[in-house]
């Protein structure tokens, strides 16, 4: 069973957010600090739900 599966394969910045159950500003920080792989279409970012999964599971993949 994949994580994330209602979610689209490509996200918003909102739909992230709700995903990891943060705020906007802290999605854009993650964004910002290239934690989460994102593009920018004009005035909004598109987020690759394989990045926010990623993201979710790196720490794991670390040993931390």
Same mark, same amino acid.
């Given at each position: ?8 394969? *490509?996200?918003?910045? #909102?739909?992230?957010? #709700?995903?990891?159950? *943060?705020?906007?500003?802290? *999605? ?6 290239? #934690? ?15 990045? *926010? ?6 720490? #794991?993949?670390?040993?931390?």
């Amino acid at each position: 069973k994949s994580i994330l599966n209602e979610y689209p394969d *490509v996200m918003s910045v #909102e739909h992230v957010a #709700e995903a990891l159950n *943060v705020c906007r500003p802290c *999605v854009y920080n993650l964004i910002k600090d290239s #934690e989460i792989l994102a593009r920018r279409i004009g005035k909004v970012y598109r987020i690759p739900k394989q990045s *926010v999964i990623t993201f979710i599971c790196g720490d #794991e993949k670390k040993g931390a």
